[in-house]
Every structure is written in C-alpha cells, then in structure tokens.
C-alpha cells in the first residue's frame, strides 16, 4: 500500500528536471513551429519596434540620408508636428465611430427581423452575410463602378435617368467619409447579424414569457431582456468591429488616389491611419517613420479595447 502510494505521489522536481517531465521528443516536435512562429512573428515585431527609434530609409547614404537612432523624435514629430497623420487620425476616428455605431445597429436590426427560423429567412441570411465572406477587392471595385463621377457611374445614370446633375462622388471631400462607412456597413452587417442571431436564440424564452404575462410591450422587453443580454456579444462585436475599422486599406487605396502617387484622395480628404503607414513605408522608403505610426496604431487600438472590456465588466458588476 504504501509503496504504491510512493509510485502515484507528486513529482517535485524543479527546473529544469521539471521541465523536461513532458519528454524530448514533444519539444521536438513542436520547434518547427515555435521556430516558424519565432522568425515569422516575433522577430519581425521587435524589428519593428526597433525601427520606430531610428531614421531608416532603406538606402542609408551618410552625407544625404543617415541613418541611425533618434530616440523618440518619430514618434516626437508624429504627435507634434505632422500635419497628414493628424487629418489621418482625425478621418480615421469619424470612420471607426461611424462604421462600428451603424454597422451594430445595422446587424442588429437584420438579426431580429430575420431571427424566426423560415426558409425565406434562411436565404435572406445567406444573401446579407455574402459580402462578408467576399474578397475586399471586388467590393470596392463594385463599388468603385456604383460612385463614378462620370456617367457610366451607376448612380450617376439613374441620376441621369430621373433628370438630376451628376455628383463627383469620390471627389467631394464631404461624401469621402460617408462613402466610406456605408461601404463598411454594407460588407459587414452580414457578419455581425450571424453573432447577435446566435445571442438572440441563446436568451431562454421564459424571461419574455414572464415579461408578456407582467405587462411588457415590445419596447419594455427589447429594452430589459434583450438589450441586457445581449451585452457580451455586443462587446464582441464592438471591439472586432474596431480593430477592423481601424485596419481599413483598401477603400482609400483603390478609390481615392492622386495624381502624385499618394493616397487619400484630394486634400487627403480620405487619408486613414493605414494608407498614411504604407505611403510612408513603401512610396516614400521612411520606414523607421512608418514603424512608429505602425506602433502608436497598436496602442489606441489595444487603450480602446482595454477600456471597452474595463467598461463592460464594471457593468456588469453593477448589475
């Protein structure tokens, strides 16, 4: 008896003797990819990191462009003192806010009048969430084709057709952004109404049940039932909805370029956060300066997430 229970007792090695309990040959057969993940992933990000405190240009002459360290003047001179990456700053925040506040209401509304389980529903489901999992390049040149200035524009021909002027879409700056957003909640409702469907089934039907035999109308169980519940997958989509608002690429690229090889469309009317890092990186070769904004885009998207799941949780505390 007590032998067996001094050959099923705890090891207590420690260290490295610890360590290796699991046996060469699992470590061996994970190095291939923590050494992939190593060079492909880590490596790269302190790269960066390390970038973003020197003046890098690719081709380092040291009598026109030295190269070397300048502790925090990129990142100095990006808060202070760079004109573009504040218009990019400011564009990309009206966007984030404007996409991610229509996008949820969007995908939230298709979630409940699409919620009762019918086949018609059933293809209504998989026509909105279509352009979810549709190349971002064909959306935008469709919708590059719809916002033509010129009369093969789709809107501009049906302006033509009901007698109306055409409209410059993609050169007004004032549309830029609206444009935008509406591109983002068209592309994305699909993908959100799947989330707020799976939290809408998942609410137990007694609690509206109760709530009908108390008296509640539509509103008061929309308001105290469904809204409530609906708060994780709301934060879920929230936070997703922002990182990807705050990625965006590939509208500006391909609908607002100038005629001097940079992007954001006339008076940057366009510009966001992405676009700026890639014309630095890649047009203009500053890529210790791309690697700074590429960092402090890190770290407001990573502040708001942090506050948006310190908010949620106090919430909830409170209730």
Same mark, same amino acid.
């Given at each position: 008896?007590?032998?067996?229970?001094?050959?099923?007792?705890?090891?207590?090695?420690?260290?490295?003797?610890?360590?290796?309990?699991?046996?060469?040959?699992?470590?061996?057969?994970?190095?291939?990819?923590?050494?992939?993940?190593?060079?492909?992933?880590?490596?790269?990000?302190?790269?960066?990191? &390390?970038?973003?405190?020197?003046?890098?240009?690719?081709?380092?002459?040291?009598?026109?462009?030295?190269?070397?360290?300048?502790?925090?003047?990129?990142?100095?001179?990006?808060?202070?003192?760079?004109?573009?990456?504040?218009?990019?700053?400011?564009?990309?925040?009206?966007?984030?806010?404007?996409?991610?506040?229509?996008?949820?209401?969007?995908?939230?509304?298709?979630?409940?009048?699409?919620?009762?389980?019918?086949?018609?529903?059933?293809?209504?489901?998989?026509?909105?969430?279509?352009?979810?999992?549709?190349?971002?390049?064909?959306?935008?040149?469709?919708?590059?084709?719809?916002?033509?200035?010129?009369?093969?524009?789709?809107?501009?021909?049906?302006?033509?057709?009901?007698?109306?002027?055409?409209?410059?879409?993609?050169?007004?700056?004032?549309?830029?952004?609206?444009?935008?957003?509406?591109?983002?909640?068209?592309?994305?409702?699909?993908?959100?109404?799947?989330?707020?469907?799976?939290?809408?089934?998942?609410?137990?039907?007694?609690?509206?049940?109760?709530?009908?035999?108390?008296?509640?109308?539509? &509103?008061?169980?929309?308001?105290?039932?469904?809204?409530?519940?609906?708060?994780?997958?709301?934060?879920?989509?929230?936070?997703?909805?922002?990182?990807?608002?705050?990625?965006?690429?590939?509208?500006?690229?391909?609908?607002?370029?100038?005629?001097?090889?940079?992007?954001?469309?006339?008076?940057?009317?366009?510009?966001?956060?992405?676009?700026?890092?890639?014309?630095?990186?890649?047009?203009?070769?500053?890529?210790?300066?791309?690697?700074?904004?590429?960092?402090?885009?890190?770290?407001?998207?990573?502040?708001?997430?942090?506050?948006?799941?310190?908010?949620?949780?106090?919430?909830?505390?409170?209730?």
């Amino acid at each position: 008896m007590f032998a067996d229970s001094k050959k099923y007792a705890p090891s207590k090695r420690t260290g490295f003797r610890k360590f290796s309990e699991a046996g060469l040959s699992t470590y061996l057969m994970l190095s291939p990819f923590a050494l992939l993940f190593i060079v492909f992933a880590v490596y790269p990000v302190l790269a960066s990191l &390390r970038l973003s405190f020197m003046r890098y240009n690719a081709i380092c002459n040291p009598d026109q462009s030295p190269c070397g360290s300048v502790g925090f003047g990129n990142y100095q001179y990006l808060i202070m003192d760079d004109s573009r990456f504040h218009k990019a700053l400011l564009n990309t925040t009206l966007y984030v806010i404007g996409s991610v506040i229509m996008g949820m209401i969007a995908s939230l509304t298709l979630a409940l009048v699409l919620q009762e389980d019918t086949r018609s529903n059933r293809v209504l489901r998989v026509i909105f969430f279509l352009p979810s999992v549709t190349s971002g390049i064909a959306i935008v040149l469709v919708w590059g084709w719809v916002f033509r200035g010129d009369d093969i524009g789709l809107l501009n021909a049906l302006f033509n057709f009901v007698g109306l002027p055409t409209v410059e879409w993609l050169a007004t700056p004032s549309l830029a952004i609206p444009i935008l957003i509406f591109m983002a909640m068209w592309g994305g409702a699909g993908f959100g109404m799947v989330l707020f469907l799976a939290g809408l089934n998942s609410i137990p039907a007694m609690y509206y049940e109760a709530a009908v035999i108390d008296g509640a109308g539509p &509103r008061e169980r929309f308001r105290y039932i469904t809204l409530p519940l609906l708060r994780p997958v709301m934060v879920y989509v929230g936070i997703t909805g922002t990182i990807g608002a705050f990625q965006i690429f590939e509208g500006v690229y391909l609908l607002f370029p100038t005629s001097v090889g940079s992007i954001g469309g006339f008076k940057d009317m366009a510009l966001m956060i992405v676009p700026y890092l890639y014309d630095m990186g890649f047009n203009k070769f500053r890529l210790g300066y791309a690697s700074a904004i590429a960092w402090i885009l890190f770290g407001i998207i990573f502040a708001i997430s942090m506050i948006n799941l310190k908010l949620t949780r106090s919430l909830e505390d409170l209730r």
